[in-house]
């Protein structure tokens, strides 16, 4: 079985990537690792880990994966919302949030600079992707008459990956707003799991070509 070693940003997306797309995987003859980004390394104790303070960190675990070459490839998954202003093509990108999510793993591709890395964002973050079915995040969140205010947003916008990535109005703050008992660690699990890969997959695209393109490698 073939390893794939991904770099996630926090524990939502290392279980994730162990829970859901792990399992997926062995189809295909492949495992996949996931590796929560340090923050800080300090001489003796814990390294803290999870979220993305500085492109340099993200920089330096990448190569450290990297050198390990008995991997298939190296890949990520970072959330494109809050992104350090220093990571790559971030002050240049485009609006629409296709091209900006391909300008920047554009870009992220040719800093990295390894023919095996395949860089990877979630447009726009990870609780975009639970917006895929609403009625499971109500369920899952205990209150199933909120199911219309969700189904409401995700009407505004062509597929759920496009819900914007403004402070006020990105996925999280929407979830937040309206479960004042939402956190992405455990509900975030719990929702993706009721939602299923495969309607994932069908209805967030920039998703599913990276899925795609791990499943396809050789």
């Known amino acids: 079985m073939r390893t794939i070693l991904v ?3 926090g524990q939502t997306e290392e279980k994730f990537i162990k829970e859901v797309l792990t399992p997926h995987f062995h189809n295909y003859n492949k495992h996949l690792i996931p590796t929560i980004v340090n923050t800080k390394i300090v001489k003796s104790g814990r390294n803290f880990k999870g979220g993305i303070v500085s492109y340099r960190q993200v920089r330096r675990d990448l190569m450290r994966l990297l050198g390990d070459t008995g991997a298939l490839c190296v890949t990520t998954m970072f959330d494109l919302y809050g992104l350090p202003d220093e990571f790559p093509g971030r002050k240049d990108a485009p609006v629409f949030p296709y091209d900006k999510v391909q300008h920047l793993e554009n870009a992220f591709r040719k800093d990295i600079d390894h023919p095996r890395f395949i860089g990877n964002l979630t447009l726009h973050e990870f609780e975009g992707i639970l917006f895929t079915k609403p009625a499971e995040i109500a369920k899952a969140l205990y209150d199933p008459d909120k199911e219309l205010e969700l189904t409401k947003i995700k009407a505004a916008f062509k597929t759920p990956e496009e819900i914007n990535d403004n402070p006020k109005t990105a996925p999280s ?43 396809n490698l050789q």
């Open 7 to 9: 770099l996630v940003e």
């Open 173 to 215: 703050k929407r979830l937040k707003d309206i479960f004042s008992i939402y956190n992405k660690p455990f509900y975030g699990m719990v929702i993706s799991k009721r939602i299923g890969l495969q309607a994932i997959r069908a209805e967030c695209p920039h998703f599913h070509q990276w899925v795609s393109r791990l499943e």
